[in-house]
């Protein structure tokens, strides 16, 4: 198991970040491509030298919106994207996480339907081809994909990571988000021993706020712990500010 911290929105570089990580005595940071300087730094072919001048790792986090069950318009354009990043990426960038999203939503007499449950059997078709197309390209510039829940994610979602498991794809579990769906990740794993490469560990409560530090929830940080050193993961603190991390990092290593 590795532990790191997110790029934090209060930086303006990407060396600010892991000048905080070395203090910390994290392992990695995982950049996040919905940063501009995140992405200007990578253009610009610094960030290479900058973790190896701290002594720290990268994962990158792709774009949060990005849906891969959607129109192949759509999709295409946001695996242009990936592969710019993943080739600029290449020798640094460990692993990238993608959002599985669960899609367009009508609400009918204040109930949310989903058309991708809906239409669930063209949606998984067109979702695991997408995913093994990122993940072909990920591979391409040797870096691995894990696909991470989204917060509130809908109890269909449980088939669809079914489908996934039995393609074979590699997970993140965000803690976090699960509390807010009601654990739906967790309950899965009563039925499948889903492979997770990553994990987004924060503190959450009253099923409505995540992404809260250690010890300022409810969360049961320990039996994740496990589960994360079970699989050798990569572990972000996410946590989204220097002060919360401050208080986490020592939490989390003394559990």
Same mark, same amino acid.
């Given at each position: 198991?590795?532990?790191?911290?997110?790029?934090?929105?209060?930086?303006?570089?990407?060396?600010?970040?892991?000048?905080?990580?070395?203090?910390?005595? *994290?392992? %990695?940071?995982?950049?996040? =491509?919905? %940063?501009?300087?995140?992405?200007?730094?990578?253009?610009?072919?610094?960030?290479?030298?900058?973790?190896?001048?701290?002594?720290?790792?990268?994962?990158?986090?792709?774009?949060?919106?990005?849906?891969?069950?959607?129109?192949?318009?759509? *999709?295409?354009?946001?695996?242009? =994207?990936?592969?710019?990043?993943?080739?600029?990426?290449?020798?640094?960038?460990?692993?990238?996480?993608?959002?599985?999203?669960?899609? +367009? *939503? *009508?609400?009918?007499?204040?109930?949310?339907?989903?058309?991708?449950?809906?239409?669930?059997?063209?949606? /998984?078709?067109?979702?695991?081809?997408?995913?093994?197309?990122?993940?072909?390209?990920?591979?391409?510039?040797?870096?691995?994909?894990? /696909?991470?829940?989204?917060?509130?994610? +809908?109890?269909?979602?449980?088939?669809?990571?079914?489908?996934?498991?039995?393609?074979?794809?590699?997970?993140?579990?965000?803690?976090?988000?699960?509390?807010?769906?009601?654990?739906?990740?967790?309950?899965?794993?009563?039925?499948?021993?889903? +492979?997770?490469?990553?994990?987004?560990?924060?503190?959450?409560?009253?099923?409505?706020?995540?992404?809260?530090?250690?010890?300022?929830?409810? =969360?049961? /940080?320990?039996?994740?712990?496990?589960?994360?050193?079970?699989?050798?993961?990569?572990?972000?603190?996410?946590?989204?500010?220097?002060?919360?991390? /401050?208080?986490?990092? +020592?939490? %989390?290593?003394?559990?």
């Amino acid at each position: 198991m590795k532990v790191g911290m997110p790029q934090l929105y209060e930086y303006d570089t990407i060396e600010d970040n892991l000048i905080l990580a070395k203090e910390l005595g *994290v392992d %990695f940071i995982e950049l996040n =491509l919905n %940063f501009g300087y995140c992405r200007k730094e990578m253009e610009q072919g610094t960030v290479a030298d900058l973790l190896k001048k701290y002594g720290i790792e990268a994962t990158l986090h792709f774009y949060d919106e990005a849906d891969l069950g959607s129109y192949d318009e759509v *999709v295409e354009a946001y695996l242009v =994207l990936l592969e710019r990043y993943a080739r600029l990426g290449e020798g640094y960038i460990k692993q990238i996480n993608m959002h599985l999203i669960p899609g +367009p *939503v *009508v609400t009918i007499s204040g109930v949310k339907n989903y058309i991708y449950e809906k239409e669930y059997d063209e949606y /998984i078709k067109r979702l695991i081809n997408n995913f093994k197309r990122a993940e072909d390209i990920c591979n391409t510039y040797n870096i691995n994909m894990v /696909i991470e829940n989204t917060d509130n994610i +809908p109890e269909y979602t449980k088939r669809t990571y079914r489908d996934l498991y039995k393609a074979g794809f590699r997970f993140c579990y965000d803690i976090g988000h699960d509390h807010l769906s009601y654990d739906i990740v967790w309950n899965t794993l009563e039925e499948i021993e889903l +492979p997770f490469d990553e994990f987004h560990i924060h503190d959450a409560k009253d099923r409505k706020k995540c992404h809260l530090a250690l010890g300022e929830g409810v =969360l049961d /940080i320990s039996k994740f712990k496990k589960l994360a050193i079970k699989n050798n993961a990569y572990v972000v603190l996410e946590v989204k500010q220097k002060s919360d991390l /401050i208080v986490s990092v +020592p939490l %989390f290593k003394k559990l």
